[in-house]
């Protein structure tokens, strides 16, 4: 099956500084990328949507200049988290659509970030 | 009111129990509905996902969509103690205007099975 992975798996920063989280496709060339944030015990909420070489699409409430993204090819998707504070503390997935299908096991989901903010 | 919701639990049942799983929506746009397993600090896990209403079987694992109602369930046989985890329900909708599918998720399940 397809990989995604994310790096870092964890990251304490301090607050004020910004942190980079990147997603890629393993074996496989995404169409589409996802970034979801998800609160403990909470469901994952849709940041925002990237496609490669095009700026990416921020959901409603989602700080385009707090949350930059970069899709700088078709297997590689950056998230960065400028000048975070505590309550950004969270986990942080990553998801990448293969082709255009419309079928729910064309998206593959990496196993997240956990970002600890002090 | 939530575009998707599903009940929290937690949910704590012994080995071989059926464990019923559901939750409701209300946006009749919903195309495509899954069901996603996660692990504690995991990216989710599809399980099974169907497109219309009625049943779809996998194993222990039974799916059923009821559109008119604006539910769906999922249902474990035999459950196990690996079957411990957060089960999340997500429905999606086409986004023609971003050429992708929009998924929108439940707040998870978490269920304990023990031995």
């Known amino acids: 099956g397809a990989v995604v992975s994310q790096h870092p798996s964890w990251v304490i920063c301090k607050s004020g500084t910004s942190v980079k989280i990147e997603c890629r496709s393993l074996?496989?060339?995404?169409?589409?990328m996802f970034w979801y944030r998800q609160f403990p015990k909470q469901s994952l909420m849709l940041m925002a949507t990237?496609?490669?070489?095009?700026?990416?699409?921020?959901e409603q409430g989602v700080e385009k200049d707090k949350f930059l993204i970069n899709h700088a090819s078709l297997t590689l998707s950056t998230l960065t988290v400028t000048s975070a504070h505590p309550e950004d503390s969270s986990f942080y997935i990553c998801?990448?659509?293969?082709?255009?299908?419309?079928?729910?096991?064309?998206?593959?989901f990496g196993p997240g970030t956990r970002l600890t903010v002090l | 009111q939530k575009e998707v919701e599903q009940d929290p639990g937690p949910l704590s049942v012994p080995e071989g129990a059926i464990v019923s799983l559901n939750c409701t929506y209300s946006?009749?746009?919903?195309?495509?509905f899954m069901w996603y397993r996660q692990y504690s600090r995991k990216g989710p896990e599809l399980l099974m996902y169907?497109?219309?209403?009625g049943n779809k079987e996998d194993g222990r694992f039974t799916a059923q969509v009821d559109k008119s109602s604006k539910y769906i369930s999922l249902f474990i046989r035999d459950s196990q103690p690996s079957d411990s985890a957060t089960y999340l329900c997500?429905?999606?909708?086409?986004?023609?205007?971003?050429?992708?599918?929009?998924?929108?998720f439940g707040a998870g399940t978490r269920l304990a099975v023990h031995p």
């Open positions: 998801s990448a659509s293969r082709g255009r299908g419309l079928a729910p096991d064309t998206q593959y």
């Open positions: 074996d496989f060339q995404a169409t589409t």
């Open positions: 990237s496609n490669e070489g095009s700026k990416a699409t921020y």
């Open positions: 946006n009749s746009a919903f195309q495509y």
């Open positions: 169907t497109y219309s209403s």
């Open positions: 997500a429905m999606s909708f086409f986004l023609f205007s971003g050429g992708y599918n929009k998924l929108i």
